[in-house]
């Protein structure tokens, strides 16, 4: 199966910055089938990109998703409050489907 | 509004057996392939089941393969987890989702839009 390996594992931000956070697969993923995700505490994760970069429905511009075969970035490029949050890669290109261990981004 | 609603999480003992099961609403549920994604306690997401819009083939990770059975009734929207042999390690938030129709290569492969509000397992003595 592919790992998926998300760094750093911390990343502490103040509103307004820059956030760049890094997923490397153990091998190609096919054909670029790279999702991120957000998940708040005590919610449910939310789908921000697919495709590597394409955003999903709703979300907004200041995310974007870049990157191919075993490297890929999400970028956010200005914190807002609501986006201090864990994030996910995912890969769905070969099965079993998986996900990386995840980015925590905490308010500095 | 698209919706997905788990419920039958609990506690149960090791080696004893729970099902779970998730309504849906607001879409066609007969046209999307459907899975379960599973999240310990702190812990990151991991692909649990997956099964086809007709309920034909159904694929499961190694980790719970020969224990748990996915099924689904399309004409009540309805998926379903049966859930055998459980073991402590399978304690988790079990999330039903549904495949983002524009990134959904396979019954499994797939990126997922719509996530339930998750149902608590716990195994434990």
């Known amino acids: 199966e592919i790992v998926l390996t998300q760094s750093p594992g911390t990343l502490s931000l103040s509103p307004g910055e820059r956030a760049t956070l890094s997923c490397r697969a153990s091998?190609?993923?096919?054909?670029?089938?790279l999702a991120w995700y957000q998940q708040k505490p005590g919610q449910a994760p939310r789908l921000l990109i697919y495709?590597?970069?394409t955003r999903a429905t709703g979300i907004p511009d200041r995310f974007s998703g870049s990157g191919s075969a075993t490297d890929f970035t999400l970028t956010i490029s200005r914190l807002e409050p609501e986006d201090f949050a864990v994030y996910y890669c995912?890969?769905?290109?070969?099965?079993?489907?998986?996900f990386g261990g995840g980015t925590k981004v905490e308010i500095k | 509004e698209v919706q997905l609603l788990e419920s039958g999480g609990g506690l149960v003992q090791p080696g004893g057996s729970l099902r779970l099961s998730c309504a849906a609403s607001?879409?066609?549920?007969?046209?999307?392939?459907m899975n379960w994604v599973r999240q310990a306690p702190g812990k990151g997401l991991e692909w649990v089941s997956g099964?086809?819009?007709?309920?034909?083939?159904?694929y499961d990770a190694d980790s719970v393969k020969g224990r748990f059975t996915l099924s689904r009734d399309n004409s009540i929207n309805t998926l379903f987890l049966q859930m055998n042999s459980l073991r402590v390690e399978d304690t988790a938030v079990y999330y039903c989702?549904?495949?983002?129709?524009?990134?959904?290569?396979?019954?499994?492969?797939?990126?997922?839009?719509?996530w339930g509000q998750g149902t608590m397992v716990t195994v434990s003595s």
């Open positions: 995912q890969q769905y290109g070969t099965s079993p489907i998986t």
């Open positions: 091998q190609s993923v096919s054909s670029s089938y």
């Open positions: 607001g879409f066609t549920f007969s046209n999307y392939a």
């Open positions: 099964i086809s819009s007709s309920g034909g083939t159904t």
């Open positions: 495709g590597a970069s």
């Open positions: 989702v549904k495949p983002a129709a524009l990134a959904a290569i396979g019954v499994v492969r797939n990126a997922f839009d719509i």
